[in-house]
T-cell receptor
């Protein structure tokens, strides 16, 4: 099984619908992240969490919310999806520490909002 | 202007060629420099990272950091078709707070190595 598992892998939805993307990890890492990837823009951080009680906004949090249900689970919600939220979404984890922040990514969730 | 600039390519080379991938950056606080490789329909995976300036070699891959020029490079020797992927540079500042260690990514360079 993958270290970081994302579900669903692909989702097509309509404008205004609520969508949840789920992420679970077996790495035992405390830190979890949600990124979106768009052509030409690279990876941009949406939210991150350093433990179950710690949630932080990233660069582009507007229109998104998250929930850290357990150390191993971190979900991303779009309360009312809009077409410009069409993107590839990645969950990632990292260890707590003072060195390089090395991320382990899931395989991605491709979301299309019509 | 973006904090990290990376030529998106696409870059196409013949098998066996030496590949040079580059990023420039503007934030002088960046201390950790990474290269991630992303195959089609997969998540990025860490290829190499370096701390501060200098070179680091791992097999056919060499990472170089020139902090004075705010320029980093990844060289691939004897490139193989299996190296065909998108390569993302990423960098962060030294640990002072959680936010300071967040990675800033380049937009990625798409590389194709032709057999």
């Amino acid at each position: 099984d993958a270290d970081v598992t994302q579900t669903p892998r692909n989702r097509i939805t309509k404008t205004g619908k609520r969508i949840m993307l789920e992420c679970s990890q077996t790495k035992g890492h405390d830190r979890m992240y949600w990124y979106r990837q768009d052509p030409g823009l690279g990876l941009r951080l949406i939210y991150y969490s350093f433990d179950v009680k710690d949630i932080n906004k990233g660069e582009i949090s507007d229109g998104y919310s998250v929930s850290r249900q357990a150390q191993a689970k971190f979900s991303l919600s779009l309360e009312s999806a809009i077409p410009n939220q069409t993107a590839l979404y990645f969950c990632a984890t990292s260890e707590q520490g003072s060195g390089a922040n090395v991320l382990t990514f899931g395989a991605g969730s491709r979301l299309t909002v019509l | 202007q973006k904090e990290v600039e990376q030529d998106p390519g696409p870059l196409s080379v013949p098998e066996g060629a030496i590949v040079s991938l580059n990023c420039t950056y503007s934030n002088s606080a960046f201390q950790y420099f990474m290269w991630y490789r992303q195959y089609s329909r997969k998540g990025p995976e860490l290829l190499m990272y370096t701390y501060s300036s200098g070179n680091k070699e791992d097999g056919r891959f060499t990472a170089q950091v020139d902090k004075s020029s705010k320029y980093i490079s990844l060289f691939i020797r004897d490139s193989q078709p299996s190296d065909s992927a998108t390569y993302l540079c990423a960098m962060s500042a030294h640990w002072t707070s959680g936010s300071a260690r967040q990675l800033t990514f380049g937009s990625g360079t798409q590389l194709t190595v032709l057999p």
